[in-house]
């Protein structure tokens, strides 16, 4: 059985002058810095549109198997070395999926609460080392045990590396650990601060040349229709001038009838071995509300703020609009 | 709720040999000019798959909402920044539509009726200055108000301008006014000879220092299933060499039965400022006819015939085959 | 009507190192040659997942019409000088197809029974001169009539040439044969040896400045489940250093219950005039087994080798995963 649904949304963003995510061809709006011949809007509409699908089916003796995803990314889900969208096969033994999944890490702790209608830069997206990549980099393999509030997870990227999470939930609370491990020469990305509204590259990865890992941990806690959830985690990286990153957020969402609020607080701190280059301190804030008018439909706002040693500037985004869902 | 269907056509078409919509990579055809290691065909397979999707929704308190497009532009819908396809919402207050649609301008004139199978060059089509664009323009986004067969349309393109128009329908008749206009330092495309078969490019086109607009209008009538059309617009470029852009033109559309017959005519004259550049004038005719074969299946055949004083010859291309509604 | 399903695959695949088929852009595999920064995995997992449509209709006289593909391909279904996935009608006349179909030729030739998950370098595919190309080379258009079990089919494409086929088919046996002919001046693909595993390409790839041609034959015979075929073909290149190229194999194919197991052999020759110049013998072998659990989901394993004079090594692939067909 195949049933297609999807979600998007339209509506307005605002954004301080600059900031790449307004970046346009629209000659007409102002040049960044003037007469450098890059254009940039302080406003802009944003817009999405997905296609799902989502497939299910059951074997002779009870296994059950399936995929889905979205109809743009089949493109990459071809041939032998495809991994976009995922497929799974699920049984007594636990649940093995394939494809553009979250690994065995981020399977467990999972992002803090987001904002907005299209995101705002995704800040309350933690980080984790390991993911499917581009081709031929492969799809990620993830096998899922639960038992009983319980959840065993363990990912795998071809030649990358693993990772391992571990959590337990109730209706309460929930908390949860995981590790990754990359392997040595693996290519990182540490931290892309391109979404920061730089206009050059500052982006910070790596190849670790001696492997790099992360312990990270999340816990929550539920009481009123409120969600209260803290994540830490800190990043090796061996062989290279960076000596450890550590993250931390902590975030809120609350739900009062059809209408709900969230809010996060995040930071990254990047520390290098050599003497003499500073830390680099990364913060972001984010403030969200939705009403849903039911059906699908729902009216959507935000507004998010982030800074980093490394850019020039703090970036504000908001932006507002309705998101459907079918 | 979502709709699957689509169309299509297979069949094939003639052309002028050095036609580029003739260009082909089988170094088994025609060089032109000889030696020149560009390939061309005097005739060629048309074909053309769509399959696309509709849904549609409704909020509790009645607001309808919904989503429409082609699967192969779901790539280019992604993203805070996505413009492909699109999304609407409706009530009392109108409708309010975002994505790739036509302006507040082409809703209220459209475009001349066509022919052939496969648009042969779609010189019917009239031209607007305003239009959703590749990633990173964005989508545009248009209000409409409908009353008792009169519609108001207003459209909005991130910086690049606005456009409004202004339509009266009755069974008989039909009415359209629209103004567009393009902000300065917008790069608008007035004309955009390659489709008339030049094998150099012979585009005109202008970043407007100060601005660009068009008032354009558009009548029908409609009697004995014979519907005529006229078009007249006026593009105005300032701060530039040209000076004006005037198009013009007329169709019919009529239905016998199962059979059907379309014809137009067209002119754009362009009319440049500096002393001795003498105007481009560009004409084209198309003539068409369809038969309905009943359940989504009809023959289609049309033969369109363009020249310009930029393109070194006049062109004549023809098709014909079997279309497909699904 | 519209019908969506699609198949897919996950497992994993062993290859020798220095495969490109087991390139990767992961940093932490070895290097082949050491030092050379080309990436290559011993291992890989692989993954395919496919979506596709159906579309049928009937005219009021009792054509039938309709269209099917994949919506990975839709991108390249669209324009007049579209070619991907395909368009057909059927009526007493026999049935017009047109799109990336198979010529006349291999329409009634076919392929070797495959073998794996992946189908580990398609080495079982025979080799045919004519196909839909990438645009603007465009769809192949094909014409097939059949009438008790005789089965005629003629291929043509654009400038390239034609192909046309005939066969015939019962219960317990099938044979057929079928005649290329590729235009003067027209770019064939002899035979790609990229998929055998070099680093470099040593595809063999003539321009035929008087055209190019191919005879090639097929039988099966099917008794207690097994179904055995074997092909010859030989293809003329005139006017290059290639003087023929011969291709022939064997397949088995046999299924016992919910068990099934493939196996062939193909070899390939290619002579070439100039003297000095060796013939290149390419020979390839395959092995597959599946088991079928019901509901659209198997288990898959299999294993091919290949070697080439033109070839530094001999190339050994294997896979083994889960398929699912729904």
Known sequence: EVVIGGDGY??????DNGNPIFATTDTSADQVPAGSGNNFSNYSFVYDLDVDFKVSGTSDSGLTFGASGDFDDL??????????????????????TMGDIDGGAENVIGDLAGVGLSGLGDFNENLFLLGAGAQPAGPVARYDYAISGLTLSLGLSDDAGYNIGAGYATDLFSVGAAYEAVADGATITIFDIDALGSTGSTAITATAPDGASQVIGAASVTFANVTLKGIYGRIDVDGTNID??????????????????????????????????????????????????????????????????LAADALTVADFGVSIDF
Do not use: C, H
């Not at 339209?10 to 954004?15: D, F, I, L, T």
């Not at 991994?83 to 033994?93: A, E, H, T, V």
């Not at 913060?283 to 703020?305: F, I, K, T």
């Open 75 to 96: 493109g990459a889900s071809q041939g032998a070395r495809g991994w976009d969208n995922s497929i799974f096969i699920s049984g007594d033994f636990g649940t093995l």
């Open 244 to 309: 450890t990153v550590d993250q931390y957020g902590v975030s809120a969402a609350a739900a009062f009838g059809a209408a709900s609020v969230s809010a996060y607080y995040r930071a990254i701190t990047t520390d290098f071995k050599t003497a003499g280059t500073p830390d680099n301190d990364f913060e972001a804030y984010g403030l969200g509300v939705a009403y849903d008018l039911g059906g699908g439909l729902a009216l959507e706002a935000g507004v998010a703020q982030a800074d980093s040693d």
């Open 10 to 15: 339209m509506g307005v963003a605002y954004g």
